[in-house]
């Protein structure tokens, strides 16, 4: 029986090693597939003080895939714009985002933050409030942890967790994952008056570690908090931003008071580039802010864009990330099938029984297999087929129905 080493490419005859990632099948997280979203709206994920000293329940609505049968889906964090003082999670820009990429099969996230920015208008206090913005969007990544860990009701993939936002939203998300080191924040900036590094806004003692971050015209304090081979970087940004600068410039809170020079989206992507950290900007030629806020074109070629960076960055696709072990060649045949489909390369005795999936995730056959190695799948349509093996281990291959 003819063996190969497991460094394939997804192809149609391709299998993948079935372990605890996303389920991949290139058309699912490629493409909207379905029709319709579930949304789970004021689910609280914990609460913190603001600048004022109020107490602030910190909520979030959460969408996902109507009727998703998927056991494990990447999850995608996004946070509002508004320059720190003003917007909230259901700003129409950050749902349309979460429901069209729920749509293909993410869950999202869209999560509230402390706002306020304590007078005067400086650099130290607009960091703060930087700051707090960030703890708080690490409680919401440590809440997905830890649900996963009690029973993943979410069914996340946790090696699959993305942040992002819009504006200042992306600014939070920016400093989270690359102001990572205490020894990085800045010399003015007392980080025990707001709680400490981590912060107290809950789920202490989970993780907050993310695949990568989503920046939707945002910007970072210095560009030199991108390290090597840092967590890969995906960017949209208008040439013409006055409020969040493309390049290196000053940023101005509220148009009106100028605060600190930053780097956006623009030097960062040259940046990160120059220390090999894998960034990928779409540049809007003469946008203006956030422009995918007012324009379907624009948010439609923002949509594209990002979810290019993200399908090519599932753990599914990715050989470096399937372990290499030596697995036995299986192949279907016909292909494209009238319905019949047959498997070869594997003892038949091996095989407990053969589950068939539609692109949605749906098990739609579950058959014991009896020595055969055949399927009879009714309808057209593309579909992954699961060898389940007597050793409790599994293999998957493509499918192409054409009646």
């Keep these: 029986m003819?063996?190969?080493?497991?460094?394939?490419?997804?192809?149609?005859?391709?299998?993948?090693?079935?372990?605890?990632?996303?389920?991949?099948?290139?058309?699912?997280?490629?493409?909207?597939?379905?029709?319709?979203?579930?949304?789970?709206?004021?689910?609280?994920?914990?609460?913190?003080?603001?600048?004022?000293?109020?107490?602030?329940?910190?909520?979030?609505?959460?969408?996902?895939?109507?009727?998703?049968?998927?056991?494990?889906?990447?999850?995608?964090?996004?946070?509002?714009?508004?320059?720190?003082?003003?917007?909230?999670?259901?700003?129409?820009?950050?749902?349309?985002?979460?429901?069209?990429?729920?749509?293909?099969?993410?869950?999202?996230?869209?999560?509230?933050?402390?706002?306020?920015?304590?007078?005067?208008?400086?650099?130290?206090?607009?960091?703060?409030?930087?700051?707090?913005?960030?703890?708080?969007?690490?409680?919401?990544?440590?809440?997905?942890?830890?649900?996963?860990?009690?029973?993943?009701?979410?069914?996340?993939?946790?090696?699959?967790?993305?942040?992002?936002?819009?504006?200042?939203?992306?600014?939070?998300?920016?400093?989270?994952?690359?102001?990572?080191?205490?020894?990085?924040?800045p010399v003015y900036i007392?980080?025990?008056?707001?709680?400490?590094?981590?912060?107290?806004?809950?789920?202490?003692?989970?993780?907050?570690?993310?695949?990568?971050?989503?920046?939707?015209?945002?910007?970072?304090?210095?560009?030199?908090?991108?390290?090597?081979?840092?967590?890969?970087?995906?960017?949209?940004?208008?040439?013409?931003d006055n409020v969040v600068p493309y390049g290196t410039a000053t940023l101005y809170l509220l148009n009106v008071f100028p605060i600190m020079p930053v780097d956006g989206s623009g030097a960062l992507d040259l940046y990160a580039d120059s220390i090999q950290t894998e960034s990928d900007l779409k540049t809007f030629i003469g946008a203006g802010h956030v422009p995918y806020a007012g324009s379907a074109a624009y948010m439609d070629s923002t949509v594209t864009h990002v979810k290019n960076f993200l399908f090519d960055h599932l753990s599914c696709n990715l050989i470096s990330s399937i372990p290499q072990i030596e697995i036995e060649e299986i192949l279907a045949f016909p292909q494209p099938s009238s319905g019949l489909v047959r498997f070869s390369g594997i003892n038949e005795k091996e095989v407990s029984s053969i589950r068939v999936y539609d692109l949605k995730g749906q098990l739609i056959i579950d058959e014991v297999q009896k020595g055969n190695l055949e399927i009879t799948i009714p309808r057209s349509g593309s579909y992954v087929a699961e060898l389940v093996l007597r050793n409790g281990t599994s293999r998957r291959i493509k499918l192409m129905i054409s009646k």
């Design 190 to 240: 007392d980080t025990a008056a707001v709680g400490g590094f981590e912060g107290l806004s809950g789920n202490p003692g989970f993780s907050v570690s993310t695949k990568g971050v989503i920046n939707l015209c945002g910007a970072l304090g210095e560009k030199r908090w991108l390290e090597n081979n840092d967590l890969p970087l995906v960017s949209v940004h208008g040439t013409n």
């Design 2 to 185: 003819r063996k190969i080493f497991f460094c394939l490419l997804i192809a149609a005859n391709c299998i993948t090693y079935v372990n605890a990632q996303v389920f991949c099948d290139g058309i699912r997280y490629n493409s909207t597939i379905f029709s319709s979203v579930d949304t789970i709206k004021d689910v609280v994920y914990g609460n913190s003080i603001t600048n004022t000293g109020a107490n602030l329940i910190l909520k979030m609505d959460i969408y996902q895939p109507a009727g998703d049968t998927a056991q494990l889906r990447p999850l995608l964090i996004f946070a509002h714009g508004g320059s720190f003082v003003t917007g909230t999670r259901k700003d129409a820009d950050v749902v349309t985002i979460c429901n069209k990429f729920a749509k293909m099969g993410y869950i999202t996230a869209s999560i509230e933050y402390r706002l306020g920015i304590t007078s005067p208008f400086n650099q130290a206090n607009t960091t703060l409030s930087v700051m707090r913005a960030v703890q708080d969007m690490k409680a919401s990544v440590r809440y997905f942890y830890m649900t996963a860990q009690t029973g993943n009701a979410y069914k996340i993939d946790t090696t699959q967790i993305w942040i992002g936002g819009s504006s200042a939203g992306a600014i939070t998300a920016l400093h989270m994952a690359y102001l990572d080191k205490t020894l990085e924040v």
